[in-house]
């Protein structure tokens, strides 16, 4: 059984910054991809950023050099550093694990203010 927590979500001014986490059990984070999506109200969940196995990470043009991610393998946890945040940011953040099925989190509202 695979599990993904996140965490770090909350309320935020325009141009500042938060950091979610998203700490995995039953499966570690240096063996599989993590990907961060988001879905705002009323829209379809949308890619953020995948940190693949091998370290490597790809963004979605979404981010345009705002998000970073970033992994812990003792604590096997992956980070998604957003600065710049803008109102468009608003959304409930997830990540998800890819084994031999998807594995979904609970996510964690993210909202940020004009």
Do not use: H
């Amino acid at each position: 059984q695979v599990k993904l927590v996140e965490s770090g979500g909350g309320l935020v001014q325009a141009g500042g910054s938060l950091r979610l986490s998203c700490t995995v059990s039953g499966t570690s984070v240096s063996d599989n991809e993590i990907g961060w999506y988001r879905q705002a109200p009323l829209k379809t969940r949308e890619l953020v950023a995948i940190f693949a196995g091998d370290g490597s990470v790809q963004y979605s043009t979404i981010v345009n050099g705002r998000f970073t991610v970033s992994r812990d393998d003792a604590r096997n946890t992956v980070y998604l550093q957003m600065n710049s945040l803008k109102p468009d940011d608003t959304a409930v953040y997830y990540c998800n694990a890819v084994t031999f099925r998807p594995w979904w989190g609970q996510g964690t509202q993210v909202t940020v203010s004009a």
